[in-house]
């Protein structure tokens, strides 16, 4: 492989994964090592026009394939991973992380976290399984006339990790849960999931019936702690505060708990 000369160059995307793989395919084509790689929907304004990457899906699978069979499964995967996390300058380094696996071959990945360069790009993996394991706990869904939705603030791009995790929850079940970070929604009815962009989604207000059962959560979550045994510092290390504007039980209390009739049971406890 002819070794790209690093050029003063900024490559622009449209932000997909195989809008990506062909900035890769264009960089060794053109034998050139770009000085950045940036999504056209977040770039700067900049004194020299960048170069527009053309997403070709042909040459985008190309490479895919050559991560996966020239340097090694565990790569494609690594890859594919970090390029959904909040890493900045994630695409330059992943390039260079991808340039050194065809030059090295797979030998240099069982270095791990002995790597600098490849130490940053584990804590980013890990860093985005770890949100995404947190929000299967931290979702809030209400419901809407039969249909359940969220809203999620996520710092990744966790929507492709939560997809199996709450349609195996509840596989018969219409919800979607929106990412507003992203601008994306994970949508959900029985047979099939899918991912779609959304600049924005206006909720329909809340039924008396999804008020009195949010009010009856909250409720619930200030009874059952206790008072002496209270520990703000030790909750946001469980529960960072950036979660907190999506979760129930945390918003500000809007109304008095709604009245139960005598002998009805919530069906909730």
């Known amino acids: 492989m002819r070794e790209p000369v690093p050029r003063d160059v900024v490559y622009q995307y449209d932000g997909s994964l195989e809008g990506f793989y062909c900035c890769l395919f264009e960089s060794l084509r053109r034998g050139e090592l770009p000085a950045a790689l940036e999504d056209a929907a977040d770039a700067q304004p900049r004194l020299f026009a960048p170069v527009w990457i053309e997403t070709d899906p042909a040459h985008a699978l190309r490479v895919q394939r050559s991560i996966g069979e020239k340097i090694a499964p565990r790569a494609l995967h690594l890859t594919e991973t970090v390029f959904l996390s909040c890493l900045e300058e994630k695409e ?4 260079h992380f991808l ?20 130490a940053l790009l584990l804590k980013a993996e890990r860093h985005l399984a770890h949100e995404a ?4 706990g931290f979702v809030r869904f209400s419901d809407y006339d039969g249909h359940l939705a969220a809203t999620i603030t996520p710092k990744n791009f966790v929507l492709p990790f939560l997809a199996p995790h709450f ?3 509840y596989r018969g079940e219409h919800f979607m849960i929106f990412d507003k970070t992203h601008r994306a929604a994970l949508i959900h009815q029985p047979g099939g ?16 019936e999804e008020a ?18 209270e520990n703000p ?6 529960m960072a505060k950036r979660y907190w504007e999506n979760m129930t039980e945390l918003q500000p209390e809007k109304a008095p708990l709604p009245m139960i009739e005598s002998g009805a049971e919530p069906a909730i406890l």
Request: charged share 25%; glycine share 8%.
């Open 193 to 208: 999931s899918r991912i779609v962009a959304a600049e924005h989604i206006e909720f329909p207000a809340v039924s008396a």
């Open 233 to 238: 510092r030790c909750r946001m290390t469980h």
């Open 167 to 169: 349609a195996a929850r």
């Open 99 to 118: 340039l050194r696996g065809w030059r090295e071959g797979a030998g240099f990945l069982r270095r791990g976290w002995s790597d600098p360069q490849l």
């Open 133 to 136: 394991h947190l929000l299967t």
């Open 92 to 95: 330059l380094h992943l390039l």
């Open 212 to 229: 009195r059962y949010r009010a009856l959560w909250k409720h619930f979550y200030d009874t059952v702690a206790i008072e002496g045994r």
